[in-house]
């Protein structure tokens, strides 16, 4: 097996590692530690201009801590599939080094439906990469990564992998969940839609996300992911209290408010 490359270096975020770790570094210090150890982290995945200071309000509840096992879940924007794929390969290489998968766990998980061994998903696919230099950059102690390509899954693939995930999730694991929320809205409604979106989110609230999704009331691209972690979350003792840190939109940025993109971060705990 060889290692993933960095398909957005240069384009989402900077290939200069230097610069790069400076972008990230001032996300991480204009916002404060509120959540002593989260269990999961919703974050956005835009380009690093647009949705990376939303992004650092998240990591930020993470930097120092010593997790060992980081499993991110995203979205596949370029390559439809109905499984949860994971990549084969040792790891991913940064502009800020490398990053080590873990192999064990994804030989494990690989043996059974719904989890795949698939390089497909995960090599143009920005969800999860542009995660990867946050988390290199929040935290100090060594770590390994289960990236997981969320197809269009059923509600039994939900269950059966949501049940195998949290067999995984101790005190040195970290979920974190991949998603940005309205498209190519003006900012008005973007802002009525993501306030659905994540009034259901924060009040563990999944029925009602189907249904407002459905009905076009909410919107995210990544659903599934949202609703594999919430699955995720509910399965661990005791219950789950979610925290908005931080909404924006891309027009904070582009100057745009016509057709804007919705970011939150939310830290689970």
Known sequence: MTNLRSNFAGTFYPANPHQLAGQ??????????????????????????YSGATAGFAYKQIE????????????????????LAIPIAKGVDTPLGHIRFDADTITSLTQSKPF???NSPHLQE????????????ALNAPFQVLPISVGDINGTDIKLGSQQLA????DKTLLIISSDL?????????????NTTLTHILHNDIDGLIGSYQRKA?????LHPILLGMAILNSLPPPYSATLLHYDTSAST?????????????AFS
Request: glycine letters at 4%; one cysteine or more.
């Open 24 to 49: 990230i570094r001032q996300y991480l210090d204009q916002t404060q530690k509120t959540i002593a150890h989260p269990k999961a982290l919703l974050v956005p995945h835009a380009g690093i201009v």
């Open 64 to 83: 120092d801590l010593p997790y060992e096992r980081i499993i991110i879940l995203a979205p596949s924007h370029q390559l439809y599939h109905r499984a």
């Open 116 to 118: 795949i061994l698939d």
């Open 126 to 137: 920005h969800a999860i990469e542009v995660q990867y230099p946050f988390i290199q950059m």
């Open 167 to 170: 067999h995984l999730m101790d």
């Open 182 to 194: 309205s498209h190519y809205h003006n900012k008005n409604t973007a802002q009525v839609l993501d």
């Open 218 to 222: 909410a919107e995210c691209c990544g």
């Open 254 to 266: 582009s100057f745009d408010d016509q057709h804007v993109v919705g970011y939150a971060s939310i």
